[in-house]
Protein backbone atom coordinates (compact mmCIF):
# COMPACT_ATOMS: atom_id res chain seq x y z
CA UNK A 1 0.00 0.00 0.00
CA UNK A 2 1.61 3.32 -1.16
CA UNK A 3 1.44 5.97 1.54
CA UNK A 4 -0.95 8.42 -0.05
CA UNK A 5 -3.32 5.65 0.46
CA UNK A 6 -5.80 5.30 3.87
CA UNK A 7 -6.94 2.34 5.16
CA UNK A 8 -10.75 2.51 5.60
CA UNK A 9 -12.76 0.26 7.63
CA UNK A 10 -16.52 -0.60 5.49
CA UNK A 11 -18.58 1.16 7.62
CA UNK A 12 -16.89 4.57 7.26
CA UNK A 13 -17.53 4.32 3.72
CA UNK A 14 -20.41 2.65 3.16
CA UNK A 15 -23.98 1.94 4.32
CA UNK A 16 -24.22 -1.81 5.10
CA UNK A 17 -27.36 -4.22 6.33
CA UNK A 18 -28.65 -7.72 5.67
CA UNK A 19 -31.30 -8.70 3.58
CA UNK A 20 -35.33 -9.29 4.38
CA UNK A 21 -35.48 -13.06 6.88
CA UNK A 22 -38.08 -15.67 5.10
CA UNK A 23 -40.82 -15.65 7.49
CA UNK A 24 -44.37 -17.59 6.67
CA UNK A 25 -45.86 -15.38 9.66
CA UNK A 26 -44.72 -12.05 7.97
CA UNK A 27 -45.25 -13.29 4.24
CA UNK A 28 -47.47 -10.15 3.46
CA UNK A 29 -47.53 -7.41 0.44
CA UNK A 30 -46.48 -7.95 -3.21
CA UNK A 31 -44.56 -11.12 -4.73
CA UNK A 32 -41.15 -9.81 -5.79
CA UNK A 33 -38.26 -11.49 -6.83
CA UNK A 34 -34.97 -11.33 -4.64
CA UNK A 35 -31.51 -12.52 -4.78
CA UNK A 36 -30.21 -15.50 -2.62
CA UNK A 37 -26.46 -16.27 -1.96
CA UNK A 38 -26.56 -18.96 -4.80
CA UNK A 39 -27.75 -16.37 -7.01
CA UNK A 40 -24.42 -14.29 -6.37
CA UNK A 41 -21.13 -15.29 -8.63
CA UNK A 42 -17.98 -13.40 -8.02
CA UNK A 43 -18.41 -10.15 -10.10
CA UNK A 44 -21.65 -11.34 -11.94
CA UNK A 45 -25.64 -12.90 -11.08
CA UNK A 46 -27.20 -16.10 -11.78
CA UNK A 47 -30.86 -14.89 -12.08
CA UNK A 48 -31.96 -18.40 -13.46
CA UNK A 49 -33.17 -19.93 -10.37
CA UNK A 50 -34.90 -16.18 -8.87
CA UNK A 51 -37.22 -17.12 -6.40
CA UNK A 52 -40.37 -14.51 -5.06
CA UNK A 53 -41.41 -13.44 -1.77
CA UNK A 54 -43.76 -11.02 -0.36
CA UNK A 55 -43.14 -7.42 0.41
CA UNK A 56 -44.53 -5.07 2.21
CA UNK A 57 -44.25 -1.26 0.31
CA UNK A 58 -42.38 -0.31 3.59
CA UNK A 59 -39.96 -3.37 3.12
CA UNK A 60 -39.57 -3.13 -0.48
CA UNK A 61 -38.13 0.15 0.07
CA UNK A 62 -35.69 -0.80 2.85
CA UNK A 63 -35.04 -4.25 0.70
CA UNK A 64 -33.60 -2.91 -2.47
CA UNK A 65 -31.07 -3.18 -4.49
CA UNK A 66 -30.51 -0.69 -6.66
CA UNK A 67 -27.85 -0.23 -9.62
CA UNK A 68 -24.46 0.18 -8.53
CA UNK A 69 -24.93 -1.50 -4.93
CA UNK A 70 -22.58 -4.30 -3.99
CA UNK A 71 -23.83 -7.39 -2.92
CA UNK A 72 -22.16 -9.90 -0.64
CA UNK A 73 -22.43 -13.59 0.57
CA UNK A 74 -23.09 -12.88 4.30
CA UNK A 75 -23.37 -17.01 4.59
CA UNK A 76 -23.59 -20.19 2.35
CA UNK A 77 -20.25 -18.49 0.08
CA UNK A 78 -19.15 -15.85 2.76
CA UNK A 79 -17.35 -13.21 0.55
CA UNK A 80 -18.46 -14.25 -2.93
CA UNK A 81 -19.56 -10.59 -4.37
CA UNK A 82 -21.06 -8.90 -7.08
CA UNK A 83 -22.28 -5.19 -7.99
CA UNK A 84 -25.78 -5.11 -9.68
CA UNK A 85 -25.39 -2.85 -12.75
CA UNK A 86 -29.30 -3.25 -13.88
CA UNK A 87 -31.41 -0.21 -14.08
CA UNK A 88 -34.57 -2.57 -12.74
CA UNK A 89 -34.19 -3.10 -9.12
CA UNK A 90 -34.49 -6.16 -7.10
CA UNK A 91 -34.38 -7.35 -3.76
CA UNK A 92 -32.51 -9.62 -1.18
CA UNK A 93 -32.84 -12.00 1.97
CA UNK A 94 -30.81 -11.63 4.96
CA UNK A 95 -28.19 -14.28 3.73
CA UNK A 96 -26.67 -11.60 1.75
CA UNK A 97 -25.18 -8.10 2.76
CA UNK A 98 -26.19 -4.98 0.61
CA UNK A 99 -23.07 -2.25 0.25
CA UNK A 100 -24.29 1.07 -0.74
CA UNK A 101 -20.53 3.44 -1.03
CA UNK A 102 -20.59 6.90 -0.40
CA UNK A 103 -18.78 7.30 -3.19
CA UNK A 104 -19.98 4.78 -5.73
CA UNK A 105 -16.73 4.55 -7.79
CA UNK A 106 -15.28 2.35 -4.48
CA UNK A 107 -17.82 -0.58 -5.41
CA UNK A 108 -15.90 -2.01 -8.14
CA UNK A 109 -12.43 -1.51 -5.91
CA UNK A 110 -14.06 -2.93 -3.21
CA UNK A 111 -14.75 -6.03 -5.13
CA UNK A 112 -11.65 -6.20 -6.51
CA UNK A 113 -10.05 -6.30 -3.09
CA UNK A 114 -12.57 -8.47 -1.47
CA UNK A 115 -11.92 -11.14 -4.30
CA UNK A 116 -7.89 -10.52 -4.09
CA UNK A 117 -8.39 -11.86 -0.64
CA UNK A 118 -10.86 -14.76 -1.34
CA UNK A 119 -7.97 -15.73 -3.75
CA UNK A 120 -4.57 -15.69 -1.32
CA UNK A 121 -6.98 -17.14 1.52
CA UNK A 122 -6.93 -14.50 3.75
CA UNK A 123 -10.44 -13.52 3.43
CA UNK A 124 -11.53 -16.59 5.97
CA UNK A 125 -10.49 -14.75 8.77
CA UNK A 126 -12.63 -13.04 8.82
CA UNK A 127 -15.37 -15.62 8.71
CA UNK A 128 -16.88 -16.63 12.20
CA UNK A 129 -18.03 -20.23 13.00
CA UNK A 130 -16.47 -23.87 13.10
CA UNK A 131 -18.67 -25.55 10.80
CA UNK A 132 -20.79 -23.16 8.49
CA UNK A 133 -19.26 -20.13 7.76
CA UNK A 134 -20.39 -16.70 8.05
CA UNK A 135 -19.10 -12.90 7.29
CA UNK A 136 -21.21 -11.18 9.66
CA UNK A 137 -22.59 -7.71 9.53
CA UNK A 138 -20.49 -6.84 12.43
CA UNK A 139 -17.12 -8.32 10.99
CA UNK A 140 -18.03 -7.06 7.09
CA UNK A 141 -18.17 -3.37 9.02
CA UNK A 142 -14.90 -3.65 10.54
CA UNK A 143 -13.19 -4.98 7.33
CA UNK A 144 -10.34 -2.96 6.55
CA UNK A 145 -9.74 -1.46 2.46
CA UNK A 146 -6.91 0.03 1.30
CA UNK A 147 -8.56 3.19 -0.72
CA UNK A 148 -5.81 5.49 -2.76
CA UNK A 149 -7.20 8.55 -4.37
CA UNK A 150 -10.09 8.13 -6.44
CA UNK A 151 -8.52 9.04 -9.68
CA UNK A 152 -5.45 6.31 -9.17
CA UNK A 153 -8.35 3.89 -7.72
CA UNK A 154 -9.67 4.44 -11.37
CA UNK A 155 -7.07 4.31 -13.41
CA UNK A 156 -6.09 0.56 -11.58
CA UNK A 157 -9.89 -0.74 -11.64
CA UNK A 158 -9.73 0.41 -15.27
CA UNK A 159 -6.33 -2.12 -15.77
CA UNK A 160 -8.02 -5.06 -13.66
CA UNK A 161 -11.26 -4.67 -15.88
CA UNK A 162 -9.18 -4.97 -19.21
CA UNK A 163 -7.20 -7.77 -18.02
CA UNK A 164 -10.18 -9.60 -15.91
CA UNK A 165 -12.07 -9.20 -19.80
CA UNK A 166 -8.90 -10.55 -21.24
CA UNK A 167 -8.66 -13.67 -18.76
CA UNK A 168 -12.19 -14.69 -19.17
CA UNK A 169 -12.31 -14.73 -22.87
CA UNK A 170 -9.35 -17.25 -22.93
CA UNK A 171 -10.77 -19.12 -19.75
CA UNK A 172 -14.10 -19.74 -22.00
CA UNK A 173 -11.91 -20.92 -25.14
CA UNK A 174 -10.02 -22.93 -22.99
CA UNK A 175 -13.14 -24.70 -21.66
CA UNK A 176 -14.96 -24.83 -24.73
CA UNK A 177 -12.20 -26.89 -26.47
CA UNK A 178 -12.57 -28.96 -23.32
CA UNK A 179 -15.83 -29.56 -23.94
CA UNK A 180 -15.34 -29.92 -27.50
CA UNK A 181 -12.93 -32.76 -26.82
CA UNK A 182 -14.86 -34.13 -24.89
CA UNK A 183 -17.64 -34.10 -27.27
CA UNK A 184 -15.58 -35.75 -29.67
CA UNK A 185 -14.84 -38.75 -27.62
CA UNK A 186 -18.26 -39.45 -27.10
CA UNK A 187 -19.40 -38.88 -30.71
CA UNK A 188 -17.05 -41.37 -31.71
CA UNK A 189 -17.83 -43.74 -29.31
CA UNK A 190 -21.27 -43.60 -30.29
CA UNK A 191 -20.31 -44.14 -33.94
CA UNK A 192 -17.94 -47.53 -32.84
CA UNK A 193 -21.33 -49.27 -31.56
CA UNK A 194 -24.17 -48.09 -33.65
CA UNK A 195 -22.38 -47.93 -37.12
CA UNK A 196 -21.22 -51.69 -36.88
CA UNK A 197 -20.59 -54.88 -38.92
CA UNK A 198 -23.55 -56.75 -39.54
CA UNK A 199 -22.09 -59.70 -38.30
CA UNK A 200 -21.67 -58.10 -34.76
CA UNK A 201 -24.48 -60.01 -31.90
CA UNK A 202 -26.54 -58.49 -29.31
CA UNK A 203 -25.99 -60.66 -26.24
CA UNK A 204 -27.17 -59.41 -22.54
CA UNK A 205 -25.08 -58.78 -20.09
CA UNK A 206 -26.02 -62.15 -18.25
CA UNK A 207 -24.87 -63.83 -21.14
CA UNK A 208 -21.40 -62.96 -21.59
CA UNK A 209 -20.41 -63.51 -18.12
CA UNK A 210 -21.16 -63.70 -14.25
CA UNK A 211 -23.25 -60.50 -12.82
CA UNK A 212 -23.24 -59.73 -9.29
CA UNK A 213 -24.34 -57.22 -6.86
CA UNK A 214 -21.53 -56.06 -4.11
CA UNK A 215 -22.55 -56.03 -0.21
CA UNK A 216 -20.77 -54.22 2.90
CA UNK A 217 -19.85 -56.89 5.83
CA UNK A 218 -21.26 -55.59 9.28
CA UNK A 219 -19.22 -52.32 9.63
CA UNK A 220 -19.84 -52.45 13.59
CA UNK A 221 -17.71 -55.91 13.15
CA UNK A 222 -14.20 -53.92 13.05
CA UNK A 223 -12.16 -57.30 12.35
CA UNK A 224 -14.16 -57.56 8.88
CA UNK A 225 -12.19 -54.49 7.79
CA UNK A 226 -8.33 -54.32 6.93
CA UNK A 227 -6.01 -54.69 4.23
CA UNK A 228 -6.64 -58.13 2.45
CA UNK A 229 -8.59 -57.08 -0.81
CA UNK A 230 -9.70 -53.62 -1.51
CA UNK A 231 -13.08 -52.93 -0.90
CA UNK A 232 -14.45 -50.60 -3.84
CA UNK A 233 -17.12 -47.70 -3.27
CA UNK A 234 -18.34 -45.33 -6.02
CA UNK A 235 -16.11 -42.21 -4.74
CA UNK A 236 -13.28 -45.15 -5.61
CA UNK A 237 -14.02 -44.36 -9.67
CA UNK A 238 -11.83 -42.02 -11.63
CA UNK A 239 -12.80 -40.34 -14.63
CA UNK A 240 -10.86 -42.74 -17.15
CA UNK A 241 -12.52 -46.05 -15.33
CA UNK A 242 -9.48 -47.47 -13.45
CA UNK A 243 -10.19 -47.45 -9.40
CA UNK A 244 -8.48 -46.21 -6.22
CA UNK A 245 -8.04 -49.05 -4.60
CA UNK A 246 -6.20 -47.93 -1.31
CA UNK A 247 -9.47 -46.14 0.41
CA UNK A 248 -10.77 -49.39 1.86
CA UNK A 249 -10.28 -52.38 2.28
CA UNK A 250 -11.87 -55.77 4.06
CA UNK A 251 -9.57 -58.41 6.43
CA UNK A 252 -9.89 -62.08 4.84
CA UNK A 253 -12.76 -62.72 7.94
CA UNK A 254 -14.48 -59.73 5.99
CA UNK A 255 -14.10 -61.10 2.77
CA UNK A 256 -16.12 -64.41 3.66
CA UNK A 257 -19.21 -62.49 4.11
CA UNK A 258 -18.52 -60.08 1.04
CA UNK A 259 -18.65 -60.84 -2.67
CA UNK A 260 -15.08 -60.78 -4.42
CA UNK A 261 -15.18 -59.74 -8.06
CA UNK A 262 -12.22 -60.66 -10.16
CA UNK A 263 -9.50 -58.86 -12.10
CA UNK A 264 -10.77 -58.11 -15.09
CA UNK A 265 -14.04 -57.47 -14.23
CA UNK A 266 -16.57 -54.46 -15.24
CA UNK A 267 -18.30 -52.23 -12.36
CA UNK A 268 -21.39 -49.88 -12.66
CA UNK A 269 -22.88 -47.63 -10.26
CA UNK A 270 -26.48 -48.92 -10.26
CA UNK A 271 -28.22 -46.39 -7.69
CA UNK A 272 -27.78 -42.48 -6.53
CA UNK A 273 -26.84 -39.73 -8.24
CA UNK A 274 -23.93 -40.76 -9.74
CA UNK A 275 -25.65 -43.59 -11.06
CA UNK A 276 -24.21 -45.06 -14.31
CA UNK A 277 -20.66 -43.99 -13.59
CA UNK A 278 -17.86 -47.28 -15.00
CA UNK A 279 -14.87 -48.66 -14.10
CA UNK A 280 -12.98 -52.01 -14.48
CA UNK A 281 -10.78 -53.71 -12.33
CA UNK A 282 -7.03 -54.89 -12.60
CA UNK A 283 -7.14 -57.11 -9.53
CA UNK A 284 -9.63 -58.92 -7.11
CA UNK A 285 -11.55 -56.44 -5.05
CA UNK A 286 -14.79 -56.00 -3.55
CA UNK A 287 -17.55 -53.28 -3.65
CA UNK A 288 -20.55 -52.22 -1.89
CA UNK A 289 -23.75 -53.17 -2.80
CA UNK A 290 -24.29 -49.61 -4.93
CA UNK A 291 -22.35 -51.48 -7.35
CA UNK A 292 -22.76 -54.09 -9.80
CA UNK A 293 -19.97 -56.35 -11.63
CA UNK A 294 -19.92 -57.82 -14.70
CA UNK A 295 -17.24 -60.36 -14.83
CA UNK A 296 -16.80 -61.52 -18.88
CA UNK A 297 -16.46 -65.09 -19.91
CA UNK A 298 -13.60 -66.12 -21.87
CA UNK A 299 -13.40 -64.63 -25.70
CA UNK A 300 -15.02 -61.01 -24.07
CA UNK A 301 -12.88 -58.04 -23.60
CA UNK A 302 -13.77 -56.54 -20.48
CA UNK A 303 -12.37 -53.07 -22.23
CA UNK A 304 -14.65 -53.71 -24.66
CA UNK A 305 -17.65 -53.62 -22.76
CA UNK A 306 -16.62 -51.24 -20.55
CA UNK A 307 -16.64 -48.52 -23.57
CA UNK A 308 -20.27 -49.91 -24.63
CA UNK A 309 -21.32 -48.74 -20.91
CA UNK A 310 -20.17 -45.56 -21.19
CA UNK A 311 -21.83 -44.93 -24.93
CA UNK A 312 -24.59 -42.22 -24.80
CA UNK A 313 -27.07 -45.20 -25.85
CA UNK A 314 -26.19 -47.51 -22.81
CA UNK A 315 -26.50 -44.81 -20.15
CA UNK A 316 -30.08 -44.01 -21.60
CA UNK A 317 -31.11 -47.78 -21.13
CA UNK A 318 -29.53 -47.73 -17.55
CA UNK A 319 -31.62 -44.54 -16.83
CA UNK A 320 -34.94 -45.56 -18.34
CA UNK A 321 -34.50 -48.42 -16.13
CA UNK A 322 -33.91 -47.04 -13.03
CA UNK A 323 -37.36 -45.35 -12.14
CA UNK A 324 -38.16 -41.66 -11.92
CA UNK A 325 -37.70 -42.08 -7.88
CA UNK A 326 -36.00 -39.44 -5.70
CA UNK A 327 -33.26 -41.85 -5.99
CA UNK A 328 -32.90 -43.41 -9.29
CA UNK A 329 -31.41 -47.79 -8.87
CA UNK A 330 -31.26 -50.83 -11.26
CA UNK A 331 -31.26 -54.03 -9.88
CA UNK A 332 -29.63 -56.64 -10.93
CA UNK A 333 -31.96 -58.41 -12.56
CA UNK A 334 -32.85 -55.45 -14.94
CA UNK A 335 -28.94 -54.33 -15.36
CA UNK A 336 -28.28 -57.64 -16.25
CA UNK A 337 -31.05 -58.06 -19.09
CA UNK A 338 -29.66 -55.02 -20.64
CA UNK A 339 -27.72 -55.89 -24.23
CA UNK A 340 -24.44 -55.32 -25.78
CA UNK A 341 -23.72 -55.84 -29.06
CA UNK A 342 -20.19 -57.87 -29.82
CA UNK A 343 -18.14 -58.40 -32.66
CA UNK A 344 -17.68 -62.00 -33.64
CA UNK A 345 -13.93 -62.36 -31.87
CA UNK A 346 -12.17 -61.05 -29.32
CA UNK A 347 -9.50 -59.91 -31.78
CA UNK A 348 -12.15 -57.29 -32.95
CA UNK A 349 -13.05 -56.46 -29.85
CA UNK A 350 -8.96 -55.75 -28.58
CA UNK A 351 -8.20 -53.70 -32.11
CA UNK A 352 -11.38 -51.30 -31.22
CA UNK A 353 -10.30 -51.27 -27.48
CA UNK A 354 -6.44 -50.10 -29.06
CA UNK A 355 -8.15 -47.58 -31.02
CA UNK A 356 -10.44 -46.14 -28.10
CA UNK A 357 -7.53 -46.57 -25.71
CA UNK A 358 -5.19 -44.00 -27.66
CA UNK A 359 -8.59 -41.62 -28.07
CA UNK A 360 -8.47 -41.62 -24.50
CA UNK A 361 -5.37 -40.81 -24.25
CA UNK A 362 -5.22 -38.24 -26.26
CA UNK A 363 -8.18 -36.32 -24.88
CA UNK A 364 -6.11 -37.00 -21.53
CA UNK A 365 -3.43 -35.22 -22.91
CA UNK A 366 -5.51 -32.22 -24.35
CA UNK A 367 -7.33 -32.07 -21.08
CA UNK A 368 -4.09 -31.66 -18.94
CA UNK A 369 -2.76 -29.36 -21.20
CA UNK A 370 -5.77 -27.16 -20.54
CA UNK A 371 -6.18 -27.54 -17.38
CA UNK A 372 -2.54 -26.21 -16.86
CA UNK A 373 -4.15 -22.96 -18.68
CA UNK A 374 -6.76 -22.36 -16.21
CA UNK A 375 -3.94 -22.66 -13.52
CA UNK A 376 -2.01 -20.43 -15.22
CA UNK A 377 -4.74 -18.01 -15.68
CA UNK A 378 -5.83 -17.62 -12.30
CA UNK A 379 -2.45 -17.65 -11.09
CA UNK A 380 -2.30 -14.18 -13.54
CA UNK A 381 -5.39 -12.88 -11.82
CA UNK A 382 -3.62 -13.58 -8.21
CA UNK A 383 -0.29 -11.81 -9.19
CA UNK A 384 -2.50 -8.64 -11.28
CA UNK A 385 -4.51 -8.51 -7.38
CA UNK A 386 -1.51 -8.50 -5.58
CA UNK A 387 0.01 -6.00 -7.59
CA UNK A 388 -2.85 -3.84 -7.70
CA UNK A 389 -3.17 -3.76 -3.74
CA UNK A 390 0.60 -3.21 -3.27
CA UNK A 391 0.71 0.10 -4.98
CA UNK A 392 2.78 -1.93 -7.72
CA UNK A 393 0.11 -1.29 -10.54
Not at 31 to 45: G, I, S
Not at 129 to 148: D, M, V, Y
Not at 249 to 277: D, F, H, N
Not at 365 to 378: G, H, K, P, T
Amino acid sequence: MRAAWQSKKVSEIAECSLGKMLDKAKNKGEPRPYLRNLNVRWFDFDLSNLLEMRFLPEEAAKYRVAKGDLVICEGGYPGRAAIWDRDEPIYFQKALHRVRFHQPENAKWCLYYLHAQNLDGTLKSHFNGAGIQHFTGEALSRFQIPIPPLPEQQRIVDILDKAFDGIAIVKINVEKNLQNARALFESHLQTVFTQRSEDWVEKRLEQIGTTQTGSTPKTAVRTNYGTFIPFVKPADFNKDGSLVYENAGLSEKGLEGARKVTAGSVLMVCIGATIGKCGYCDRDITTNQQINALTPSEGISHKFVYYQMLSGNFQQRVLGKSGQATLPIINKSKWSALTVVLPPNVEEQTRIVGQLDALVGEIQRLESSYQQRLVALDTLKKSLLHQAFSGQL
